[in-house]
């Protein structure tokens, strides 16, 4: 709703964030630091946003004076497992998790949850060095987090 009042603005740039994810994996609101708390998820793509590299861009947006809705997502989909494999694979090599269906998870959560994947070809035109998902992930979070062997 907010989206369709926005649009009717020449001056504003609307960016469509998706389960933010940053370097700092010890926030509370990480979507990474989030899913490794969980005693179940379900492994379903999605498209995600990866702070690190993306906050940088709004500021160079806004000196570009760029206007309208962008999917402020990097590109592709990753799921919560492949997230979670990095994880164990860059940070904890203990870690475990277990997987449970969407029905299951229907009946333990508040709100549905929607899945899905953004378009960020716009973003990308504009941003050609913008990563796809699964480098970003890389290189901005788990690469920084990477524990050093004892």
Known sequence: MVEDLLRNYDNVCTLRVRMPISSDLSNPRNFITKITRYDKVVDIPNSMTILDELLPLSIEMAKRNLTGIWNFTNPGVVSHNQILQLYRDYVDPTFKWKNFTLDEQAKVIVAPRSNNELDASKL??????????????VKYVFEPNRKKAV
């Open 124 to 137: 990308k035109k504009e941003f050609p060095q913008l990563l796809s998902i699964n480098d970003s992930l």
